[in-house]
């Protein structure tokens, strides 16, 4: 498993006057759970999702424009969200730097 990873939107979503239908998410990093509460974003509590989103995202989302993901595309980026969070996606980061 990687660090990050590339989501193709399947209903883009408007950000000022642009379309994003495609953007990269990465694993959070310790600072980017400030202000939510750990098991919330284990969880994956929508309000925790639109906070710590425009943190992880490249382009950056912000937080209101999480609650106007399609849930498709929504139920993607938790997938890839609890990927991170697997004890296994570290030891799978392991197994590829050493091979």
Avoid: C, Q
């Avoid at 400030?34 to 943190?55: M, Q, T, W, Y």
């Avoid at 106007?68 to 929504?74: H, P």
């Amino acid at each position: 498993m990687t660090n990050s990873k590339k989501i193709t939107l399947k209903t883009g979503i408007k950000s000022g006057k642009t379309t994003i239908n495609e953007f990269t998410i990465r694993k959070p990093l310790t600072g980017d759970l400030r202000g939510v509460k750990l098991l919330e974003f284990i969880d994956l509590n929508i309000d925790s999702l639109a906070k710590v989103l425009p943190r992880i995202t490249t382009p950056s989302i912000a937080e209101h424009e999480v609650f106007n993901l399609d849930l498709i595309d929504l139920s993607e980026i938790t997938k890839e969200v609890i990927n991170f969070l697997s004890p296994n996606s570290n030891d799978a980061n392991k197994e590829s730097l050493t091979e």
